[in-house]
Structure formats: structure tokens, C-alpha cells
T-cell receptor, first 112, second 117 residues
């Protein structure tokens, strides 16, 4: 099981770029890295997923170094609505979906 | 695509009664769904894996007779909290993954807030 470690909380301001790093030293060869966003009283929402190098979509970028032991979620020009908890998950779907563990997540607070 | 719906979004019940929570995959068939519980300011904890047409697999420490899971169709899984007590008050979330898609991310419902009085 690939355990993940993230900062408990982060603060930033509107318009800034925010980078949240996740450590996953025990990542397995078949594991993918997936990031979710969760607002209070809502289910987690998929943000981005990657295996190696860099992945970019309309809301975020995901940077994964060659050793894959960590990953960084990059949120460009954050706004107040990006205040949420962000979870980094590591695992192989579907074979080990039940073994994917939610870590503590990072509570991101954006200030005006 | 890949929408997962939960119902109800919130429910209040009296201690000793049972409450059923539904999880539906709206635009795909899900042979496997997952049920989580989340207490305030804490992370999601996997309770059980729901398998269509077979018994659910419960995580260690989760009472299968208290949290009844039924996955009778490819688009519906239900979680019934039996003889609910105030300590069962929590946020319950389900997830599912579209079949046949390697490495497809899990898709989550919007959760059900259960309050037991």
C-alpha cells in the first residue's frame, strides 16, 4: 500500500500559483497518482491524474519526477473558490481500488 | 460523464431506527462501489466494498450486521444503517468506477449527512 504524506494546511492569496506536494515513497510500478478536491459537505471531486512527468488539464497541472516518489499539484491563479481540502491518492485501479487510502489531505485556504 | 448520485443528501433519524442511503451510477454500470465514512475535520475512511450480485467486503472494525450493503443491480448500491445511534452520525460517501477503463479515477457521490438524535 502506498501511503501518502501531504502538508496539513496551506494558505495563499487570490491570483497566486499554489503548489501542493505529496510524498509517496512506496509507490508501486502500476500505481497512478490522482488528486481530488473536496468542499465541505460534498464528495471528493476528481482534479487530475498522472503516471509520470507532467500532466495538464484546464484546472491544474501535475508534476511527477522520474523516481515517482512524490508529486506536485499546481493550481494556477487561485481564487477564493479554490479553498478546499486536496487529497493525493496513489493506487492501481481497478485491481487495487479498495486498497487506496485517503491520507489527511491538505486544507488550502485562499485569502482575498 | 461518470456521474454518481447519492440520496438523500441529508437525513435525521431517531436513535434505534434504521436509515437507507442509495448510491447510483447514472451513466455507467458499476460492478463495484465503495462506501466511506467521514467525521468532521477528518479524512475519508473506507467502510466496505460493494460487489454487484455478491456479498460486500467490509473493512476491519466495520460491523457488517450494522451497516448492511446491498448491490442488487449494476447501477445501485444501498447502505442501511441499522439501529442507528448518535455515534453513527457522520458523512457517508459512495464511489464507483466505470468498468473496462484501466486506471480510471474513482467517481464520488455528493455524500449523505446522517444525524442520529
Amino acid at each position: 500500500l502506498a501511503k501518502t504524506t501531504q502538508p496539513i494546511s496551506m494558505d495563499s492569496y487570490e491570483g497566486q500559483e499554489v503548489n501542493i506536494t505529496c510524498s509517496h515513497n512506496n509507490i508501486a510500478t502500476n500505481d497512478y497518482i490522482t488528486w481530488y478536491q473536496q468542499f465541505p459537505s460534498q464528495g471528493p471531486r476528481f482534479i487530475i491524474q498522472g503516471y509520470k512527468t507532467k500532466v495538464t488539464n484546464e484546472v491544474a497541472s501535475l508534476f511527477i519526477p522520474a523516481d515517482r516518489k512524490s508529486s506536485t499539484l499546481s493550481l494556477p491563479r487561485v481564487s477564493l473558490s479554490d479553498t478546499a481540502v486536496y487529497y493525493c491518492l496513489v493506487g492501481d485501479i481497478p485491481s487495487s481500488a479498495s486498497k487506496i487510502i485517503f491520507g489527511s489531505g491538505t486544507r488550502l485556504s485562499i485569502r482575498p | 460523464g461518470a456521474v454518481v448520485s447519492q440520496h438523500p443528501s441529508w437525513v435525521i433519524c431517531k436513535s434505534g431506527t434504521s436509515v437507507k442511503i442509495e448510491c447510483r451510477s447514472l451513466d455507467f454500470q458499476a460492478t463495484t462501489m465503495f462506501w466511506y465514512r467521514q467525521f468532521p475535520k477528518q479524512s475519508l475512511m473506507l467502510m466496505a466494498t460493494s460487489n454487484e450480485g455478491s456479498k460486500a467486503t467490509y473493512e476491519q472494525g466495520v460491523e457488517k450486521d450494522k451497516f448492511l450493503i446491498n448491490h442488487a443491480s449494476l447501477t445501485l448500491s444501498t447502505l442501511t444503517v441499522t439501529s442507528a445511534h448518535p455515534e453513527d452520525s457522520s458523512f457517508y460517501i459512495c464511489s464507483a468506477m466505470p468498468p473496462g477503463q484501466l486506471h480510471s479515477p474513482l467517481h464520488f457521490g455528493n455524500g449523505t449527512r446522517l444525524t442520529v438524535t
